[in-house]
């Protein structure tokens, strides 16, 4: 995995990396379950939601783990996850990636990229990347879990989990509205995402 890049923010050491990430509307932290149900805070009893086994991909069902091989962007909803190539072609052979641009005020998505990110609102289309729409539960991240090493909030704040049904400890740093961090590499994060959950 490539080293942590930085854009905004506020800097960070930790060790000898170097962290940046954003905080436009901080959203409430907790270390855990427990610390959220003492503060009330609906996330601490929500149920959970398992990955889908089947994605849609180009008029065809794929697995999780064709789209992981085949670095695609994949957006999970209450009908299940709907897949693409990020270079924009159609073509399920297609190894050519592009750098998309998307604007990160009005993203309604929370994201999570399988390789660090060099510039926040621009997905390199290095790695695949999982978007999730979904509220108010715990949505398992199957195949993907262990694998993620940056995030996006988007327009909802939330909270990222080490095990499924957001049990273990949450990830300490910003995920309020529109917060991110472009790597976790360094910070003990990196690859240790199972679950997400949005407000």
Same mark, same amino acid.
Request: aromatic share 12%; proline share 3%.
């Given at each position: $995995?490539?080293?942590?890049?930085? +854009?905004?923010?506020?800097?960070?050491?930790?060790?000898?990396?170097?962290?940046?990430?954003?905080?436009?509307?901080?959203?409430?932290?907790?270390? *855990?379950?427990?610390?959220?149900?003492?503060?009330? *805070?609906?996330?601490?009893?929500?149920?959970?939601?398992?990955?889908?086994?089947?994605?849609?991909?180009?008029?065809? +069902?794929?697995?999780?783990?064709?789209?992981?091989?085949?670095?695609?962007?994949?957006?999970? *909803?209450?009908?299940?996850?709907?897949?693409?190539?990020?270079?924009?072609?159609?073509?399920?052979?297609?190894?050519?990636?592009?750098?998309?641009?998307?604007?990160?005020?009005?993203?309604?998505?929370?994201?999570?990229?399988? =390789?660090?990110?060099?510039?926040?609102?621009?997905?390199?289309?290095?790695?695949?990347?999982? *978007?999730?729409?979904? +509220?108010?539960?715990?949505?398992? $991240?199957?195949?993907?879990?262990?694998?993620?090493?940056?995030?996006? $909030?988007?327009?909802?704040?939330?909270?990222?989990?080490?095990?499924?049904?957001?049990?273990?400890?949450?990830?300490?740093?910003?995920?309020?509205?529109?917060? =991110?961090?472009?790597?976790?590499?360094?910070?003990?994060?990196?690859? +240790?995402?199972?679950?997400?959950?949005?407000?």
């Amino acid at each position: $995995m490539h080293g942590p890049t930085s +854009r905004l923010g506020v800097t960070v050491a930790v060790g000898l990396t170097l962290l940046t990430f954003a905080s436009t509307a901080a959203g409430e932290q907790y270390k *855990d379950k427990s610390a959220a149900a003492a503060a009330g *805070d609906p996330a601490a009893t929500a149920k959970s939601v398992e990955l889908p086994e089947a994605f849609a991909y180009e008029g065809k +069902r794929i697995d999780a783990q064709e789209a992981q091989a085949k670095g695609l962007w994949c957006v999970q *909803d209450a009908d299940g996850v709907t897949c693409r190539n990020p270079s924009g072609k159609t073509s399920s052979t297609s190894k050519a990636r592009a750098s998309q641009t998307y604007n990160c005020s009005s993203l309604q998505v929370l994201s999570l990229f399988q =390789y660090a990110q060099t510039t926040a609102c621009l997905y390199t289309g290095n790695g695949w990347r999982l *978007d999730l729409q979904g +509220r108010q539960n715990w949505y398992n $991240m199957g195949s993907y879990s262990n694998e993620a090493s940056a995030y996006y $909030m988007g327009n909802h704040s939330g909270h990222m989990s080490e095990f499924n049904d957001g049990n273990g400890y949450w990830v300490p740093y910003a995920t309020g509205v529109n917060d =991110y961090m472009l790597s976790l590499n360094g910070t003990g994060w990196s690859d +240790r995402i199972d679950s997400r959950y949005r407000n």
